[in-house]
């Protein structure tokens, strides 16, 4: 009996802990289904290009492209953030990328003001 509860007990926790990851992924989504922190662009000229291949951080701007690069697999994101918070960028990379700790930080831009 006690192992059964102690199966019963580890088969919850692990679908609590599922269910808070896709809670998660979920507040990072309007209602729309677009993510919170802007959108993945392509051929578009990025405002910066950075490399992520030693982890780290970067300051942007809102409404600013920029281009990340983890060895010869690259994306491209316009952030355009609706809570102007920092985001790690597991959150918003393609499947396969980086999987280093690495985090944007957002700002407002000069035409959005305090």
């Not at 051929?43 to 409404?63: F, Q, R």
Request: with cysteine; glycine share 8%.
């Amino acid at each position: 009996m006690k192992v059964t509860v102690s199966i019963l007990s580890a088969v919850a926790a692990v679908l609590m802990t599922a269910g808070a990851a896709q809670a998660a992924q979920q507040s990072d989504l309007l209602v729309n289904g677009r993510s919170t922190h802007g959108l993945p662009v392509s051929g578009a000229a990025a405002d910066k290009v950075v490399n992520v291949k030693e982890g780290g951080s970067i300051n942007v701007d809102c409404g600013q492209i920029v281009e990340f690069r983890d060895g010869a697999k690259t994306f491209t994101w316009k952030f355009d953030s609706a809570q102007h918070r920092a985001v790690n960028l597991a959150v918003i990379a393609p499947e396969g990328f980086a999987n280093k700790n690495f985090t944007v930080h957002v700002s407002r831009n000069e035409s959005e003001g305090s």
